[in-house]
């Protein structure tokens, strides 16, 4: 049974419900051991960072920033704040020092909490840039303070500042008073169209959405949910108090680069991720698949075939497999799938939601056909994450993006633009009262920039309306769905479309270069660097021979003509990835213009 409760209270009243029983599963910074709290001993360290924002002046509606990765503190910070009514704003823990301090001084930040030495030395670099900042707290002990900061503290001696309750009469005030109209966070965007602006999120957006998605997504408290998107991204942060709000065990992912060593030891039952750790699992699988004997190979790919007609040809479409079907997918969930599972850490899972870019059809198909539940859904910050989504033991089509959840209006345009109305809907941005104005219609419909269309009750993307490329031969491009069918190659780690007012389109690919690598040497192509690699001719034309095979659906003009292999991937550090690892075009398009130059060039 969910508790809908304010943000508040949520924890605290979880407390009383559950006591001793396990909350969080998390190692400490630097730890490889894993361990737990429990609902009241989260309840108590929560109240604790209340009493302590309140001992440092901290007022109603005020805004803090959390400058971190995914740990234990992160979310006592966060429910400590909601508990006094202050506003909390998430930084991504990638983010630069220009970032930051844009962030810090849009929203006015008197208190910055830190997760690592990185995320401190940025912010203590800044501080002088940033007015309004007065204090920092950190999150890891180990952290190193500059000699010459009399103004960061750790995160332990704040909450000393807690300890003993000595602001218990105005707290219980302020949870009495705290409403539904207030702002609970301010999430800044990535960016990939310009400069980040601050979507502003209230209380009664993620009441609403919470009990919107409690209805349509079966999460309970007998899950282990693993956190692995960073709290700073919506779809995270609106997943994570879900399952709180179910009584569901959280694993606190710190670390995302250890993501599948931590599901394997912690086996959760339940996780959010976007299509590119799944794309990443599909390639791993299928590599293993062609290193396998014939006689392996062939029994994989018949148990995929199995799979597939049973998870996609007949539950999928709401159908009953017939017994002989469902005899077989038994047999072979039981000797085959059951082991891709358990190499993953998943043997008890049960659902995936997954968002944030295109799934490519391949990959959803496959993750169905090994028994895991991917729920496909598409959402923005501005609606708290979730717009639509497949219902567990509901038809799907593999391709939709769900059906929107209870109490949500989607409506489509004229010109093919998804528009939304619903009490999950942003008021708006921070600051900004001309972005906010220009994104809603008159009729107080939000503009999500996004194309599809409504069919069988079931939402489909088409393009990014600002992401369509038009080539000078006047064809439009939707380059992200091109992306997503080419990323299913396991030899391709990264991949950017180019085509806007080009005579066709070409692409610049990270390979994945490990597999490059063997490629070179089984062909005996010599080689001394990545550089080499990348400009030799059999391997470009062996990369090609790939994505041909992949584009044969493709219009002629969407398909690809001319590609250039990269020697270094595509990085944060270049300003070329946001925070969320999509694509800045226009940065991409400035650093690899020679590149770019040279596929356009008369052969």
């Known amino acids: 049974m969910q508790t809908n409760s304010h943000l508040s209270v949520l924890v605290h009243d979880q407390a009383k419900k559950y006591g001793d029983r396990e909350a969080l599963i998390y190692r400490h910074f630097g730890s490889k051991k894993w361990v737990s709290s429990s609902w009241r001993e989260c309840s108590l360290t929560v109240s604790k960072v209340s009493a302590a924002l309140l001992q440092l002046g901290v007022g109603v ?13 992160y979310i006592y910070t966060d429910f400590g704040a909601w508990g006094i009514r202050a506003v909390t704003i998430p930084f991504y823990a990638t983010s630069s020092e220009q970032q930051i301090q844009f962030m810090i001084n849009d929203a006015r930040v008197r208190l910055l909490f830190v997760g690592e030495q990185e995320q401190y030395d940025k912010a203590h670099r800044v501080f002088a840039l940033c007015p309004t900042l007065e204090r920092i707290v950190i999150f890891d002990r180990s952290v190193r303070i500059s000699t010459h900061d009399p103004y960061a503290l750790y995160f332990d001696d704040f909450v000393r500042l807690g300890e003993d309750n000595p602001h218990a009469e105005e707290l219980q ?24 602006k601050g979507v502003m999120l209230t209380h009664g957006q993620y009441h609403a959405a919470l009990e919107a998605n409690g209805r349509c997504v079966n999460v309970g408290e007998d899950d282990r949910v693993m956190n692995f998107l960073p709290y700073a991204h919506i779809f995270e942060k609106g997943w994570t108090l879900l399952s709180l709000s179910v009584g569901a065990r959280l694993i606190v992912n710190t670390y995302p680069l250890e993501v599948q060593d931590s599901m394997r030891e912690t ?56 017994l002989q079907l469902k005899l077989e997918y038994e047999m072979m969930n039981r000797t085959v799938f059951s082991l891709v599972r358990h190499e993953l850490g998943l043997e008890h899972a049960n659902i995936f939601p997954t968002a944030g870019a295109t799934v490519s059809a391949h990959v959803e198909e496959f993750v ?33 993006v769900g059906r929107p959840i209870d109490g949500l209006e989607v409506r489509i345009s004229d010109e093919g633009e998804i528009l939304l109305k619903g009490p999950t809907i942003t008021r708006g941005y921070y600051n900004r009262p001309e972005l906010t104005r220009d994104a809603f219609t008159a009729d107080g419909f939000f503009r999500t920039g996004d194309a599809g269309y409504m ?47 080009r005579k066709f389109v070409s692409a610049l690919i990270i390979p994945e270069y490990r597999l490059v690598e063997e490629f070179a040497r089984a062909n005996g192509i010599p080689f001394e660097s990545r550089e080499d690699l990348c400009a030799n001719a059999k391997v470009q034309q062996m990369m090609m021979d790939r994505i041909t095979t992949l584009q044969q659906q493709l219009a002629h003009y969407e398909q690809v003509k001319r590609i250039t292999l990269l020697p270094h991937h595509f990085s944060m550090e270049r ?22 130059d040279r596929m356009y060039e008369e052969s």
């Open 173 to 196: 005030g302020l949870y009495a008073a705290a409403s539904y109209d207030d702002m609970a966070n301010i999430l800044y965007t990535s960016g990939t169209t310009g400069d980040s």
């Open 267 to 322: 086996h959760p039952t339940c996780m959010s991720a976007v299509p590119r750790f799944w794309e990443k699992v599909y390639a791993g699988v299928q590599e293993q698949i062609d290193r396998a004997n014939p006689v392996k190979r062939k029994l994989f790919r018949n148990a995929l075939a199995i799979g597939r007609r049973y998870n996609i040809d007949y539950l999928s479409r709401g159908l009953r497999p017939p």
């Open 575 to 596: 300003g070329e990835l946001t925070n969320t690892l999509k694509l800045k075009r226009r940065v991409i398009n400035e650093n690899y213009k020679a590149e770019i």
């Open 61 to 73: 509606q005020e805004n803090i920033g959390v400058f971190a990765q995914n740990c234990v503190q």
């Open 368 to 400: 169905h056909s090994i028994g895991l539940n991917m729920i496909v859904g598409y959402g923005l910050t501005e609606s708290l994450a979730t717009v639509s989504c497949d219902r567990l033991g509901e038809p799907y089509t593999v391709g939709s």
């Open 455 to 501: 069919k069988g009750g079931e939402l489909f993307l088409t393009e990014r309306i600002k992401d369509l490329f038009k080539t000078s031969n006047g064809k439009y491009i939707a380059p992200q769905a091109i992306e997503s069918r080419l990323l299913v190659d396991k030899f391709i780690d990264q991949i950017a479309i180019i085509a806007d007012q």
